[in-house]
């Protein structure tokens, strides 16, 4: 089982920015893949971006070139560094993990960015 927290969610004005942390523990499994997803009100949770055990990386259009996902070396953390925050952008952020055994996801945080 892996277990995921996430932190740093909150209101922020339209074009600052916001740090998300996932904190991880338990046993991960094989090749795995690390990543963010968010779920805005009424909409289909969706990618916003992935790091994968042998470091690649993926980001979702919407977030290309403003958000910046990164590790600690142990993989315990996994931040989402959010900038130039759009309205847009408003959502709850969710960490997730995919490893041999299965999926995990984390409760969530919410950001909210103002106009």
Do not use: H
Request: charge should be neutral; glycine fraction near 10%; hydrophobic fraction near 35%.
């Amino acid at each position: 089982q892996v277990q995921l927290v996430e932190s740093g969610g909150g209101l922020v004005a339209a074009g600052g920015s916001l740090r998300l942390s996932c904190a991880t523990s338990g046993s991960i499994v094989g090749f795995y893949v690390l990543g963010w997803y968010r779920q805005a009100p009424g909409q289909e949770r969706e990618l916003v971006a992935t790091i994968s055990s042998d470091d690649r990386i993926r980001y979702s259009d919407p977030v290309k070139d403003r958000f910046i996902i990164s590790r600690d070396n142990s993989w315990s953390m996994v931040d989402l560094q959010m900038n130039s925050l759009k309205p847009e952008d408003t959502a709850v952020y969710y960490c997730n993990c995919r490893d041999a055994r299965g999926l995990y996801w984390g409760k969530g945080t919410l950001v909210t960015v103002s106009s």
